[in-house]
């Protein structure tokens, strides 16, 4: 989402604030705000940031949560049960 809304900003120059949408999101999202305040976090220090991953705080804590992703992609895989966006 925040990819789309970025793209749309720079294509229409309308110089949207990703930060501030994580921020405005906190407060009726599915998202937890947990997430949203690392997301708005990330997007302050880096405005460009083309992808989250790229942000060293979030790339340690995929890294560090990885073998239990696999773990639980393995068992849902096992179990018959549908995974895409854990998998992809």
Known sequence: ???I???ASDEN???VDLSQCAQMW???CIIRAKLLEKIQN???KDPNLPNLM???DFAEELNSKQMSWRRIVTL???S???CPSLSA
């Open 54 to 56: 790229l942000d060293p």
């Open 13 to 15: 120059e309308w110089g």
């Open 5 to 7: 809304i970025k793209a």
């Open 76 to 78: 849902c895989i096992a």
């Open 1 to 3: 989402g925040l990819g």
């Open 80 to 82: 018959g049960v549908a």
């Open 26 to 28: 906190k407060g009726g």
């Open 42 to 44: 990330a997007l302050k």
